[in-house]
């Protein structure tokens, strides 16, 4: 089947620290990988995505890159700021179909000054 | 990307009433449309889909009855919670898909709370 898995948070760290979240994915044929973040009391917001392996998404300093050979999409930020708390989900859609969007459990990211 | 709007954006609602809760594309007409409950610090779970004009498809363990997804048009849908109870609190999300991309669209989120 497809499923995601991510690192268990809460993830805490200093602004300025180096973010890893880990992001593996099960998944027939090909799929298309995103991050989501939702900061406090909002929906989700795509942050970056990875269509083919070997891609690289990137966006305000954070990267991804498509890994077939682990199955991982890890996310990563060399300088985290106290903005960037909010919860990143990994999902994988299956394909290239209009379908459905599979979630990992999320990860609680908190900065502090 | 597209813009989905989502009213209202809280309710509260006494026990056993219904509440209709909109899902709106506002520049994008949106062939299929997802509806997921999110409950606290845990992640999304996919509700149903639906497919303007037809009947929605949902996901093992939802009660299609108790909650009723209507897509009216490219730009709408509706889901209503039926007779509502205390454990139907939860963080209601839609999202649109449409058009040459995979990618999903999301609302803000809608805020049940069922006394």
């Known amino acids: 089947g497809n499923s995601v898995t991510q690192m268990e948070g809460p993830v805490t760290l200093s602004e300025e620290a180096f973010l890893t979240i880990n992001c593996t994915y099960t998944a027939t044929g090909y799929p298309s990988l995103f991050w989501y973040v939702q900061y406090p009391g909002e929906g989700l917001q795509l942050l970056l995505k990875a269509t083919k392996a070997d891609d690289k998404g990137s966006n305000k300093g954070f990267e991804a890159t498509y890994r077939k050979e682990t199955t991982s999409f890890h996310l990563e930020k060399g300088s985290v700021q106290v903005s960037d708390s909010a919860v990143y989900f990994c999902a994988l859609i299956r394909g290239s179909t209009l379908g459905r969007l599979y979630f990992g459990r999320g990860t609680q990211l908190t900065v502090w000054p | 990307g597209a813009v989905v709007s989502q009213h209202p954006s809280w309710v509260i609602c006494k026990s056993g009433t219904s509440v209709k809760i909109e899902c709106r594309s506002l520049d994008f007409q949106a062939t299929t449309m997802f509806w997921y409950r999110q409950f606290p610090k845990q992640s999304l779970m996919l509700m149903a889909t639906s497919n303007e004009g037809s009947k929605a498809t949902y996901e093992q363990g939802v009660e299609k009855d108790k909650f009723l997804i209507n897509h009216a048009s490219l730009t709408l849908s509706t889901l209503t919670v039926t007779s509502a109870h205390p454990e139907d609190s939860s963080f209601y999300i839609c999202?649109?898909?449409?058009?040459?991309?995979?990618?999903?669209?999301f609302g803000p989120g809608t805020r049940l709370t069922v006394l």
């Open positions: 999202s649109i898909s449409g058009g040459r991309s995979n990618e999903q669209f």
